[in-house]
């Protein structure tokens, strides 16, 4: 094991897992805010298992991951907004 991999695992018990926790719990803007920290850590934890095997063609994981966080946020924040969910009329 190298120090890519030792990383990992340090991010992934240190901080993917208060992560998730936060997500799961609470009300629902402090869901939002743990559900950003958990792609955001997951992004980061791949990018040092792709350092740690040596191939830099799984960097394009990471990549896909945080477009779709990205959306996934907007859709996340759209269904907590105040407010009529019909706007056609």
Do not use: C
Request: no cysteine; net charge positive; charged share 5%.
């Amino acid at each position: 094991m190298n120090f890519w991999l030792w990383a990992a695992g340090a991010l992934m018990l240190g901080g993917l897992v208060p992560a998730v926790i936060a997500s799961s719990r609470g009300p629902a803007p402090h869901r939002l805010v743990g559900l950003q920290l958990s792609s955001s850590l997951s992004v980061l934890l791949l990018v040092l298992l792709s350092m740690g095997v040596g191939q830099s063609s799984y960097l394009v994981l990471p990549l896909v991951v945080v477009v779709l966080s990205f959306a996934g946020t907007l859709v996340y924040t759209r269904l907590l907004a105040p407010g009529p969910r019909n706007r056609h009329g």
